[in-house]
């Protein structure tokens, strides 16, 4: 923990928590805007795809919106703490520091990933249960609010850590091979598309299996990094 402790003094975590904070707030108002839309809309439903005025979808809204936006911030802060970390420009300090270079790196990651896990976790759970309490006063939705629906939001919760998780040091990866910043961001919102859309489309076990499928590859990925900083040279 100790190391953790330096990397935060390092970099202020700040402006991150800041950040963190603010996310809920976006994606509670998107849940808000979805269901003004579902209000008046008059469309019939389409077959095999979700009801626009159930629990169930602004619950997924609610998903989309807080896994976007910490993919984002995970891939940033990833960026910031760990590949700048191992840039030509810093390479001598981190290697210098009088520990095992696994523990660095370790210790970068785990402060990283904690953020954005924990943060994803309570981002979904603050947005959905402003959106509920809210409704009990003014409702939006054309559904009825059982214990049920707010108990189906946790397995979500559980996933969007998950696929934070995994979809930020998938583009980390990436990034590092190709020495590219840039390529980090742009990876992670392409990673991420993929399993918002089966989302989006009800899909949800389909997105589920992939979820998971993406974190075992991106422990893969950690190991070969490790390996990586194992093999620089200071």
Request: hydrophobic fraction near 55%; include cysteine.
């Amino acid at each position: 923990m100790n190391l953790v402790q330096i990397e935060r003094q390092k970099k202020p975590l700040k402006p991150y928590l800041i950040t963190a904070a603010i996310i809920p707030i976006f994606s509670l108002l998107l849940v808000y805007l979805m269901a003004i839309i579902a209000q008046y809309e008059m469309s019939e439903p389409i077959p095999n795809q979700v009801n626009t005025s159930s629990y169930v979808f602004f619950g997924q809204i609610s998903f989309i919106g807080n896994v976007a936006g910490f993919v984002c911030l995970g891939a940033t802060m990833l960026v910031k703490y760990v590949m700048e970390a191992y840039s030509e420009r810093n390479i001598y300090l981190t290697l210098g520091y009088p520990v095992s270079r696994t523990k660095v790196f370790a210790s970068k990651l785990f402060l990283c990933l904690s953020v954005i896990g924990i943060g994803v976790f309570v981002s979904i759970f603050v947005t959905n249960t402003l959106f509920f309490i809210s409704e009990s006063f003014y409702q939006l939705v054309d559904d009825q609010l059982s214990f049920q629906s707010v108990l189906s939001q946790l397995p979500l919760m559980f996933t969007g850590v998950i696929l934070v998780i995994a979809i930020c040091l998938i583009a980390l990866f990436i990034g590092w091979l190709k020495n590219s910043i840039p390529l980090v961001i742009i990876s992670a919102i392409l990673l991420y598309s993929i399993p918002s859309n089966l989302f989006s489309s009800g899909n949800t076990l389909i997105m589920v299996v992939l979820a998971v499928v993406l974190f075992v590859i991106s422990l893969v990925v950690v190991n070969v990094l490790k390996n990586k900083v194992l093999r620089l040279e200071a």
